[in-house]
């Protein structure tokens, strides 16, 4: 019988500054046979779980819980989960049991908890038994990374890129890593520091400086130093605002403390250096259409909304890159607005018929609902396969999507997808199983900030990421923080974010 290995998950990236709360209606969970069910979904679980088929052990399931990114989570929900995994817990090491396997997000919030992960991990050493089995796991990209996390894990690792095409892949490495210490009889340690430095979503990419530098940095001290089990550069989450918010390196290691340090002291330097380019000009949406409509092209030109970015916690539902669209009368334009409302309003409307109908902007800085006339092309269920099993919507969901009962549109030029259940626009597969044809789009609009990239950029013409009203700015001097750590770049002298491009 191969070694025994408890398995669970915790996925909740959390928006504190939505007036929203995350509750259990919210909430998806797989348990028991279920979550073994998860191997080949493409998810950190299916990376996980083709590791322990290839070594041969026992997987021991207990829950895995996950929203999509979302207001601050309900104390209740993580407490339920607590419950739940406790029990399993305290069998499986009643059982015996030879380590645990987490797929963590890192960034989540409660009504209760700014560090729900770092207690989880505490509450887990706590019971019996549990003190000195190896615990591994993975965690996303925009993780806030806690010093309780790095002193209660043996080793976690994150997602090396952004879009996070390399979610599964990442899962894998911090399993193999967990056979590597059961194999050798090896316990590494995680020394980990938080930077004063907050970069919005917008400036995390890892094509892009400052993350491209760090990761090729990181990358080099894998290679070189043997001592080195994984170092992992994290962008942090903007939206969640804790003391420990912002960018971070978590660097597992056999080797001592002062060793690793060194490493950490050479990673933030560069994050210094750099710390400018991790906020990027945005341009005015109309400044953008006019030079857009000014040059030669082929495929369609990008307009991307970061501040109503749905993979970050925002609603989905801003109307400004509509309105835009509608009032320079482009044609052969699309973009998808989430508004469960307006969807059932559609519900016994023939196809094919023209009305006056209020969709969008029900949320947040929003100017408001578009009212205008449309014609009722498509309606749906809203379930699709993802094209690429790699997209960075696979880390979040798995492969097989539900956007909830949809509706699709036509208003002058424009084609509008309206959705029940927010869907980040991570795959090209949302707009085609609703009749929509991204290629042949002359202009489309996309809630995201970079994560929309490995699906949109092979199509694209042109790409402009614009300044709009919404729960995501890029310009954090905006936020009204209360438990960030002060002073940090770019709220506070010297650091000053660079003007907004109104080209």
Not at 79 to 94: D, G, P
Not at 187 to 204: E, L, N
Not at 211 to 227: G, H, K, V
Request: glycine share 10%.
């Amino acid at each position: 019988m191969g070694l025994r290995i408890l398995l669970a998950g915790l996925y909740h990236e959390t928006h504190t500054f939505i007036d929203e709360i995350t509750r259990a209606d919210a909430v998806t969970t797989h348990r028991g046979e279920a979550l073994l069910a998860r191997r080949g979904d493409g998810s950190t679980i299916d990376g996980f779980l083709s590791v322990a088929a290839r070594e041969g052990w026992q997987v021991v399931p207990a829950l895995d819980i996950g929203a999509m990114p979302s207001g601050t989570l309900d104390h209740a929900v993580f407490e339920a989960f607590w419950n739940e995994f406790e029990v399993a817990a305290r069998r499986a090491l009643h059982d015996g049991l030879d380590g645990v396997w987490l797929g963590l997000h890192g960034a989540m919030v409660t009504t209760g908890s700014l560090d729900p992960e770092g207690e989880l991990l505490e509450r887990l050493r706590d019971l019996p038994g549990a003190g000195s089995l190896p615990v591994f796991g993975v965690f996303d990209l925009h993780a806030t990374f806690t010093q309780r996390m790095a002193r209660f894990a043996d080793a976690l690792v994150g997602y090396r890129k952004n879009p996070h095409t390399d979610a599964f892949e990442a899962a894998a490495l911090s399993a193999t890593l967990l056979g590597c210490a059961l194999s050798l009889g090896r316990r590494p340690r995680i020394v980990a520091r938080t930077y004063p430095i907050v970069w919005p979503p917008t400036g995390t990419g890892t094509d892009d400086l400052p993350m491209r530098a760090l990761s090729e940095d990181a990358r080099r001290i894998e290679r070189d130093d043997p001592a080195i089990w994984s170092v992992s550069i994290v962008g942090g989450y903007a939206f969640a605002d804790t003391p420990d918010t912002g960018v971070s390196v978590a660097i597992v290691t056999e080797g001592d403390e002062a060793h690793a340090s060194r490493y950490l002291e050479r990673l933030g330097a560069i994050a210094h250096e750099l710390r400018e380019a991790g906020v990027p000009q945005e341009w005015n949406i109309d400044a953008a259409i006019e030079n857009a409509l000014s040059a030669p092209r082929q495929g369609p030109v990008l307009i991307v909304e970061p501040a109503d970015n749905i993979g970050g916690g925002s609603p989905g539902d801003c109307t400004t890159v509509l309105r835009a669209f509608l009032r320079h009368r482009l044609d052969r334009a699309a973009v998808v607005i989430n508004d469960a409302d307006a969807v059932a309003a559609l519900a016994g409307v023939p196809l094919g018929t023209t009305l006056r109908l209020a969709f969008g902007g029900r949320h947040g800085p929003d100017p408001g609902p578009v009212e205008a006339e449309v014609t009722l092309r498509q309606r749906s269920d809203g379930r699709f396969t993802l094209e690429d099993r790699h997209s960075h919507l696979a880390a979040m969901r798995g492969i097989h999507i539900d956007m909830g009962p949809c509706a699709t549109l036509e208003a002058g030029g424009a084609t509008i997808l309206l959705t029940s259940l927010k869907t980040p626009p991570f795959d090209l597969g949302q707009l085609r199983s609703q009749g929509i044809v991204p290629e042949t789009c002359a202009f489309i609009g996309v809630k995201a900030a970079v994560a929309h990239r490995r699906a949109y950029q092979e199509i694209a013409a042109a790409s402009y990421t614009v300044a709009t009203p919404g729960a995501c700015p890029s310009d954090l001097t905006t936020l009204p923080y209360r438990h960030l750590r002060r002073p940090v770049f770019p709220l506070d002298p010297p650091f000053r974010p660079p003007a907004l491009s109104t080209r």
